[in-house]
C-alpha cells in the first residue's frame, strides 16, 4: 500500500539491524526505538501517539519477553506489530444495522475528502451482502454535488433520491429527513446521506451537520478522512467530534502517496474506530478496516486473509471443482488457463494483490516496474490458437505457433513463454492437487512435497547440457549453489530476519481444506 511505503521501509531498516544481535542491550532497544520514533514522526503522525506508542514498545521490549526470547529480533517485531494494532484501534468493528430498518448512515467530513465517491463505494458493498441501499443528495452547496452523487449511483447500480438540483438551491436538512421517510416507503433496509463539507472547519459547517444529525437520528455517523492530509486531519477530526460528533472512521484516498500520518493517529486520538478503508478510485476499491491486517502490511507481513476473501468473491466455486479435478486428472487445457487468468483480474489489480504477499516490499522494483497488461497479451494469444491447439498444446510446432504469433500481435518468444508457463502451473497444480507439496522455483525440493530429492541429485551430477560454453558455466554454477537455472533466488522475508518458518501442520490441513472447498 502506497500511503505506508516509506514508513514501511524505514521500519525495515530499523529491524534489519536488529537481526545479527543474539541478545538486545539497553542501547540497543534505544537506538532501535529512537529510529521508529523518526519514522512515525516522518509520517506524520501526531506527536502524543508517538509518545505513547515509542514509550510502550521501549517498556515491552526491555522486558523479561524479549530478554528470554531465542529471536530477539523477531520478538521486538511482534512486539512492534501488537501496538500498532492497538493505536489503529485493536480489533475490527463492524457497521452496527438497526433492529428495525431502515438503517440511517450519515456521511461526514471536509469538502475534497471523497464523501461522495464513498457513498457510491459503501452502497455498491452492501447492495453486494443483500441489502438494499438508497443514496441520498443532501449536499446541496458544492457545485454540481447532486449529479455526481446521481452519476454514481448509477455506476453502483443503486438508486439516489435527489429532489433538488443542488448548487445552493434547497434545503438540506428537508432532505435528509424526506429520503429517510421516502426510504421506509419504498422498503430500503440502508439509507446513506451525503452532506455537505467545508475547505475547513467552520461555524456553518457543523451547524448544518449537527441540524441534519437531529433530524435524521442516524444509526452510524461515519467520518470520512482523507489519509493524504496528515496530522490536520486529526485535528479536523477532533474538531467534528467536538461539534457533530461520530460513530467511525473510513479513511479515503488510502492508496496515495500520502505518509500515513491520519490513519495511524485518529482512532487513538478520538477514540473511534476505523470501521472503513478507500484503496483506490474504483468502486470495487473497498474494503472494511482490519487493525491487524493493517499492521501487518505496515511491517511488510503481508495480508494474506484480505487476499483469500477478494479471491473468494472473484471466484466461482463450482468453476474452480471443476479446474481441481481437471488439474487432478492431467485434462487440465489452455481453455481453463484462460479462465481463470481472466477471473484473477476479476478480483482487481494484481500489483496490489501481491503488494499483500509477505515480503512484498522487497520487491517494491518488480512489483512497480509490473505490467497489469500481461493478462490482455495473454487472452490475446490463446485467442489466436484454435480448439484443438488450446485442448493439446503438444500440436503447438514451429509454423504454428508462427501463426499464433502474427495473429495475436506478439512474437513467437512470446507465445513460447506462455506455453512453458502453462506446463510449469500445471505440474505445480498437479502435485497439490494430489496432496503434494509443489517445488518453489529457486528453493529447492520439498520434503514429501511431488518431486524427490534423488532426481534433484541426480541432476546436479549430470549438469548443464548447453552447447554454449558460456550458458553451460553458468547453469553449472546455478547447480552448484541449488538454484535452479535462470531462475533468481528468493529474497528474504521482511525486515531481512530470514525466511519465514516452516509452515505448520495445522497450516497444511488449512491449506488442504481451503483447496478442497475449491
Do not use: C, Y
Amino acid at each position: 500500500m502506497a500511503t505506508f511505503g516509506t514508513l514501511s521501509d524505514r521500519l525495515a531498516e530499523t529491524f534489519k539491524n536488529l537481526r545479527t544481535k543474539g541478545k538486545l542491550s539497553a542501547a540497543d532497544v534505544d537506538g532501535t526505538v529512537r529510529e521508529i520514533r523518526r519514522a512515525l514522526l516522518d509520517a506524520d503522525v501526531a506527536l502524543e501517539v508517538v509518545k505513547d506508542f515509542t514509550a510502550t514498545v521501549r517498556e515491552r521490549a526491555l522486558g523479561d519477553e524479549v530478554n528470554k526470547a531465542l529471536n530477539p529480533a523477531q520478538q521486538v517485531v511482534q512486539i512492534v506489530n501488537e501496538e500498532l494494532i492497538r493505536i489503529l484501534g485493536g480489533s475490527q468493528r463492524r457497521l452496527e444495522f438497526a433492529k428495525k430498518p431502515p438503517t440511517v448512515i450519515m456521511l461526514a467530513g471536509l469538502q475534497g475528502a471523497g464523501k461522495t465517491t464513498l457513498a457510491g463505494k459503501l452502497a455498491k458493498w452492501l447492495a453486494k451482502d443483500g441489502h438494499t441501499p438508497l443514496l441520498v443528495a443532501s449536499d446541496l452547496q458544492r457545485p454540481n454535488a447532486v449529479t455526481q452523487l446521481q452519476v454514481v449511483g448509477e455506476q453502483a447500480g443503486v438508486p439516489v433520491f435527489a429532489p433538488e438540483p443542488g448548487n445552493g438551491v434547497g434545503n438540506p436538512v428537508k432532505v435528509a429527513k424526506d429520503g429517510v421517510a421516502w426510504a421506509k416507503q419504498k422498503q430500503h433496509d440502508v439509507v446513506i446521506v451525503d452532506t455537505a463539507g467545508r475547505l475547513g472547519v467552520d461555524a456553518e459547517l457543523m451547524k448544518q451537520a449537527s441540524d441534519i444529525r437531529k433530524a435524521i437520528d442516524p444509526d452510524e455517523v461515519l467520518f470520512v478522512i482523507d489519509a493524504m492530509i496528515g496530522q490536520d486531519a486529526v485535528a479536523t477530526a477532533k474538531a467534528f467530534q467536538d461539534g457533530v460528533d461520530f460513530t467511525g472512521v473510513v479513511l479515503s484516498k488510502l492508496d496515495g502517496d500520502a505518509r500515513g500520518g491520519a490513519a495511524l493517529s485518529v482512532a487513538s486520538i478520538t477514540g473511534r474506530p476505523i470501521i472503513f478503508a478507500s484503496t483506490g478510485e474504483g468502486l470495487d476499491d473497498f474494503e472494511p478496516f482490519h487493525p491487524d491486517r493493517m499492521a501487518s502490511r505496515i511491517l511488510d507481513l503481508g495480508d494474506i486473509l484480505t487476499l483469500i476473501e477478494q479471491a473468494q468473491s472473484a471466484f466461482d466455486e463450482d468453476e474452480a471443482r471443476a479446474v481441481a479435478e481437471k488439474f487432478a486428472t492431467d485434462s487440465f487445457t489452455l481453455d481453463d488457463f484462460l479462465k481463470q487468468m481472466q477471473q484473477l483480474r476479476n478480483m482487481g489489480s494484481i500489483k496490489k494483490m501481491m503488494g499483500m504477499l509477505p515480503g512484498a516490499g522487497a520487491m517494491k522494483q518488480q512489483l512497480e516496474n509490473f505490467d497489469e497488461r500481461e493478462i490482455v497479451r495473454t487472452e490475446a494469444i490463446i485467442q489466436s490458437m484454435t480448439k484443438a491447439e488450446r485442448v493439446n498444446p503438444k500440436l503447438l510446432n514451429g509454423s504454428r505457433r508462427l501463426r499464433i504469433a502474427k495473429g495475436s500481435g506478439m512474437s513467437v518468444t512470446d507465445v513460447n513463454q506462455l506455453v512453458s508457463r502453462f506446463e510449469q502451473a500445471a505440474k505445480m497444480m498437479k502435485t497439490v492437487a494430489k496432496g503434494g507439496m509443489p517445488q518453489v522455483p529457486g528453493m529447492g525440493p520439498i520434503p514429501g512435497g511431488g518431486f524427490g530429492r534423488g532426481k534433484a541429485q541426480q541432476a546436479k551430477k549430470k549438469g548443464s547440457k548447453s552447447g554454449n560454453p558460456a550458458k553451460r558455466a553458468a547453469e553449472n554454477a546455478a547447480i552448484a549453489t541449488g538454484v535452479k537455472p535462470g531462475v533468481a533466488a528468493p529474497s528474504g522475508s521482511g525486515f531481512g530476519l530470514g525466511g519465514a518458518p516452516a509452515p505448520s501442520e495445522e497450516d497444511l490441513a488449512n491449506f488442504q481444506k481451503l483447496l478442497g472447498k475449491g
